[in-house]
Nanobody, 118 residues
């Protein structure tokens, strides 16, 4: 069983910063793409950023220049550093990973709330 455990959400004022972490655990042979999605109330889940095992990153236009995604392959962990947060960044953030066990499946974390408010 593969689990993605997220941490780091919370309340932050506009202009502030947060760092989200997501660690994969369980039995697997490889983790390919890892990333973060978010879903605000009444909206569809959308990609925030993703990173391959070779550290190739991809960012949503809405967060480019404010967000940095990094990865520690040895610890099966990704880190989402979010700066200059805006109220529209508020959402539940979900970690996502393509994991190889006996086949490649996509796993999701349970989500962590990010609230941006003064």
């Amino acid at each position: 069983q593969v689990q993605l455990v997220e941490s780091g959400g919370g309340l932050v004022q506009p202009g502030g910063s947060l760092r989200l972490s997501c660690a994969a655990s369980g039995r697997f042979s490889n983790i390919y793409v890892m990333g973060w999605y978010r879903q605000a109330p009444g909206k569809q889940r959308e990609l925030v950023a993703s990173i391959t095992s070779g550290a190739i990153t991809r960012y949503a236009d809405a967060v480019k220049g404010r967000v940095t995604l990094s990865r520690d392959n040895a610890k099966h962990t990704v880190f989402l550093q979010m700066n200059s947060l805006k109220p529209e960044d508020a959402a539940v953030y979900y970690c996502n990973a393509d994991v190889a066990t006996n086949r490649v499946l996509t796993y999701w974390g349970q989500g962590t709330q990010v609230t941006v408010s003064s």
